[in-house]
C-alpha cells in the first residue's frame, strides 16, 4: 500500500524559503510520478510542481522560484521553494497514482488532476508578515 506524508510547512515572511519533504512508502520513486499541490482557503487545488522519469514540470506561477527533487536515499520527494508570496500560502499535498501523468496536469489548459489519486494529508505553509 502506498502512503504518502508531508513536512516542514510553516510560517515565513515574505522572500524567505521553505522546504517540504514528502516521505513515500510502498513504492520507488524512480518509477511513479510524483506531484505537489496547493490549496488556498477557499480556493481550488492546483498542480504546483510534478517529477516523472527526471523531467520536472512547473507552473508558471512557481516556475524559477521552486525546485522539485528526488532523495532516493530516503525516498522522498523535495520542494524547495524560495522567494515566497502570500499568494503561495496554502496546505500543500504530494500525490502519486498508477496513472498519474505530470504532463497532462502540469500543462494542459484545463488544469485539471490527471490521474494523481494517492495523496498525503497536507502541510500549512503561510507566507505573511
Known amino acids: 500500500q502506498v502512503q504518502l506524508a508531508e513536512s516542514g510547512g510553516g510560517l515565513v515572511q515574505p522572500g524567505g524559503s521553505l522546504r517540504l519533504s514528502c516521505a513515500v512508502a510502498?513504492?520507488?520513486?524512480?518509477?511513479?510520478?510524483i506531484g505537489w499541490f496547493r490549496q488556498a482557503p477557499g480556493g481550488e487545488r492546483e498542480g504546483v510542481a510534478c517529477?516523472?522519469?527526471?523531467?520536472?514540470y512547473y507552473s508558471d506561477s512557481v516556475k524559477g522560484r521552486f525546485t522539485i527533487s528526488i532523495d532516493a536515499d530516503k525516498n522522498t520527494v523535495d520542494l524547495q521553494m524560495n522567494s515566497l508570496k502570500p499568494e503561495d500560502s496554502g496546505v500543500y499535498h504530494c500525490?502519486?497514482?498508477?496513472?498519474?501523468?505530470?504532463?497532462?496536469?502540469?500543462?494542459?489548459?484545463?488544469?485539471?488532476?490527471?490521474?494523481?489519486?494517492?495523496w498525503g494529508n497536507g502541510t500549512l505553509v503561510t507566507v505573511s508578515s
Open positions: 510502498g513504492l520507488t520513486l524512480q518509477y511513479r510520478p
Open positions: 500525490a502519486t497514482g498508477v496513472w498519474a501523468s505530470c504532463i497532462a496536469t502540469m500543462t494542459y489548459e484545463d488544469k485539471r488532476n490527471y490521474g494523481f489519486d494517492t
Open positions: 517529477i516523472s522519469s527526471g523531467s520536472s
